[in-house]
Structures are given as structure tokens and as C-alpha cells.
């Protein structure tokens, strides 16, 4: 969940492409399908401090292996939420467009140039491996609001 302290660990590259990271790369998937209205899963998000993600959004889904994106000048505010917050969606800006290179789990290049919410979804799950949450983008007063409702009191 949001306040999880994983969630703000900066996640560790990937240096074995074998079993093990196959293994993980299904399991994101897998929860990441599990859902309905889910696009996009860092490892953090599931306890695993390392640089993968998976996408799935608009007919184009598959995974990166220690992302590197390059973002456009163009941005663009649209809603947006988190997994680890379920429900609680606010406007943000991002970059119109990316082009995300990594690997792939069998160690093979990948690029991948992504526009809208595909692109956004990129920016998102990238943030979560630099320890970064959406809230974090968010104007001070917005992100006390934010967190009033995401944490409540106990």
C-alpha cells in the first residue's frame, strides 16, 4: 500500500537475466491482469526492489528490464491514480510522449515510443523504481489532501 517504505526504495538494476527474473516479470503480469482498469505494475509494488515493469494498455502490453525514458517537451495534465492508493485519482502533467529502452527478461533490447496513457503509464511505473510516488509530483496543499485520504488516521 502507499505508505509501504518499499514503495520509496530506489529499486536495484537487474544484472541476471534468468529464471528467477522470468518468474518475476510473470508474476507482475499476472497481477497486473488480475485487475480490471490496471495498465501498468512496478516490481516495488510487490515487494521486489528491482528496475522492472510491466504495461498493458490499448492492445499493447509487455515488459521492461531497467528502463531509461526519454520524455518529450510536450506535456499534458489527465487524471491519474495509483495502485497502491486505490480509488484516488487527481490531475497531474507529464510528458506527452516517451521512448522507454531497457531489455527485455531474455537480456534482448527493447524500445518502445508511447504516446497519451501509454506514455504516462511508462512515467508512472518508472517513478515507482526511483522510489518516486504520483503524490510526489503534486502542489504541496494537493498533496496533503492527497495523503489526508490515502493514509487515513488509525
Known amino acids: 500500500m502507499f505508505d509501504d517504505p518499499v514503495l520509496r526504495v530506489v529499486a536495484e538494476p537487474v544484472h541476471d537475466f534468468d529464471r528467477e527474473l522470468r518468474r518475476l516479470v510473470k508474476s507482475l503480469t499476472l497481477t497486473l491482469r488480475a485487475g480490471t482498469g490496471r495498465a501498468g505494475l512496478a516490481a516495488p509494488q510487490i515487494g521486489e526492489p528491482v528496475r522492472v515493469l510491466v504495461y498493458s494498455y490499448d492492445g499493447r502490453s509487455g515488459h521492461l528490464v531497467n528502463p531509461r525514458l526519454e520524455?518529450?517537451?510536450?506535456r499534458i495534465t489527465a487524471d491519474e491514480a495509483c495502485?497502491?492508493?486505490p480509488g484516488l485519482w487527481r490531475p497531474l502533467e507529464r510528458s506527452y510522449m516517451v521512448t522507454a529502452r531497457g531489455r527485455d527478461m531474455f537480456g534482448k533490447p527493447v524500445t518502445l515510443?508511447?504516446?497519451?496513457?501509454?506514455?504516462?503509464?511508462l512515467q508512472h511505473e518508472a517513478d515507482h523504481l526511483d522510489g518516486v510516488l504520483f503524490s510526489d509530483?503534486?502542489?504541496a496543499?494537493?498533496?496533503e489532501r492527497f495523503l489526508a485520504e490515502a493514509l487515513p488516521a488509525s
Open 71 to 74: 520524455l518529450s517537451e510536450r
Open 83 to 85: 495502485l497502491s492508493a
Open 113 to 121: 515510443r508511447a504516446l497519451g496513457v501509454l506514455a504516462r503509464v
Open 137 to 139: 509530483h503534486l502542489e
Open 141 to 143: 496543499e494537493e498533496r
